[in-house]
């Protein structure tokens, strides 16, 4: 069954006062439904809730938007509880640890796939109320695009108050017009503005970002307009939004290439040029090594001209340091044992997109 994840912002679901407006959950809702897909929905809005519920404009410090997005969460899922009955509905608050650490990003994966077993949609929005930088960091463009990959899903659609990309900002150029397709999104991302509307934190920056997360990992992107209504047409197959291409590569490359890394190996030119014929990288390229890390962990490679590649390490760092610039016949001498010849083979390793030749 096809899976989808559909990331809602904060000015979709509300109206000019930050009042949760019930109406538009209700057509996203059925919209949703309708396609008979999987579909996991990131959800703003808990904040922009807090502030209608309260009668409250922008919070000034973080501890009144954490509390105010405890008020508005609450809230929020009682709605989106009412837009999808009869259907179950399952709340999911994550932060960046619960994403970028591999551990948690497992049991994240878990929990998710559980979800779809039982046949209920998990409606997911980042945990504002514990979150300290994710706040201005972490928004749920960038996660809907982790959640996305984390459920192996074929398309992310970001839902937002403009249908698609333009030539121009629509809203001061008469003359923009919209670009339905984007094959290569380092060609449009100056077109994208800064921050999002007064509702939310998200701007169209936030959401080529997001797309070319979701790309890494070979799922399209949709930047779709119109609420319930504009998805609607979008799955009766009109034209609509602008869609941005994967480059189809493995999922596993989408989370190498952002995941956070545990250390850093320092290499010497030789293996720079190793690595980018297509090589593994051996013991004997590894000059010095940063921060403590285990077998099968991400690690960054920096070369003598700054950062090269991400990979997974066939050793820890107490073993690799006991092995640096060893030939593969040392290690066995050296540890007692080999269980590999690499420290990190070609197939679990990703260049930068900036140094490759």
Do not use: C
């Amino acid at each position: 069954m096809k899976r989808i994840v559909v990331k809602v912002g904060s000015s979709s679901l509300t109206d000019e006062t930050g009042r949760i407006t019930p109406p538009k959950l209700w057509a996203i809702a059925r919209a949703i439904m309708s396609t008979g897909a999987q579909v996991a929905l990131v959800s703003s809005g808990a904040v922009a809730a807090g502030r209608g519920l309260l009668g409250r404009e922008h919070p000034r410090t973080l501890p009144e938007k954490q509390a105010l997005a405890a008020v508005g969460q609450a809230a929020l899922m009682q709605d989106w509880a009412r837009a999808f009955a009869p259907h179950a509905v399952a709340q999911f608050l994550l932060t960046a640890d619960d994403i970028l650490e591999r551990t948690r990003f497992v049991s994240a994966k878990g929990a998710l796939e559980a979800a779809f077993k039982l046949g209920v949609v998990p409606i997911i929005n980042e945990n504002d109320t514990v979150a300290t930088a994710e706040i201005k960091l972490g928004d749920n463009d960038t996660l809907s695009a982790w959640v996305a990959y984390l459920i192996g899903a074929e398309q992310l659609i970001l839902l937002t108050d403009v249908d698609g990309l333009y030539t121009a900002n629509p809203r001061e150029d008469p003359t923009a017009t919209r670009i339905s397709v984007v094959d290569d999104i380092s060609s449009v991302e100056q077109l994208a503005g800064g921050a999002g509307s007064s509702r939310g934190t998200g701007g169209m920056f936030t959401k080529l970002r997001a797309a070319r997360i979701a790309g890494d990992a070979g799922i399209e992107t949709l930047i779709l307009g119109g609420g319930g209504v504009g998805l609607e047409r979008y799955f009766s197959g009109a034209d609509t939004g602008t869609r941005i291409l994967a480059k189809g590569g493995a999922a596993r490359r989408g989370w190498m290439l952002h995941g956070q890394t545990r250390g850093t190996l320092l290499i010497d030119e030789g293996a720079v040029r190793a690595l980018h014929l297509g090589r593994s990288l051996l013991p004997s390229g590894v000059r010095k090594l940063e921060g403590n890390f285990n077998f099968g962990d991400l690690v960054a490679l920096e070369g003598p001209s700054g950062p090269i590649a991400r990979g997974l390490s066939n050793y820890g760092s107490r073993e690799l340091e006991q092995i640096l610039g060893l030939h593969t016949d040392e290690i066995e001498g050296k540890l007692g044992y080999k269980d590999f010849d690499e420290v990190i083979h070609r197939n679990s390793l990703v260049l930068l997109e900036q140094t490759r030749v």
